[in-house]
């Protein structure tokens, strides 16, 4: 059964304390028309492969370390960083430390 998302003032829960990030998850903790908010998981050592949304994309690093190559070239996304990438721009990710990531996509009408 699928999660509900998260309504217009409604509270979201992104981190706890005991959060298990030795396994792959992703939510979509809510989601519009115009937008989608995830929280997703990533431990060490797991990979996405190139890839590319439609729509801009923000990605926050809460915890841990992933490495994502985009524009040709690689770069660290530590605790506490964000990262912006345009619409349809390639890239690619790789958990170095178990990491929790909330990345929110601005989805493009007709995708």
């Given at each position: 059964m699928a999660m509900p998302h998260a309504a217009s003032g409604d509270l979201m829960q992104v981190q706890g304390g005991a959060d298990d990030l030795?396994?792959?998850?992703?939510?979509?903790?809510?989601?519009t028309d115009e937008m989608e908010i995830i929280r997703m998981v990533l431990p060490a050592g797991k990979t996405m492969p190139?890839?590319?949304?439609?729509?801009?994309?923000?990605?926050?690093c809460l915890r841990g370390e992933v490495t994502l190559e985009a524009h040709g070239r690689s770069q660290s996304l530590r605790e506490g960083q964000m990262l912006y990438?345009?619409?349809?721009?390639?890239?690619?990710?790789?958990?170095e430390r178990d990491s929790l990531l909330l990345l929110t996509i601005l989805l493009v009408k007709g995708f």
């Open positions: 030795s396994r792959f998850a992703a939510i979509a903790l809510a989601k190139e890839h590319h949304v439609p729509g801009e994309i923000t990605l926050l990438l345009n619409g349809g721009q390639a890239h690619a990710l790789r958990a």
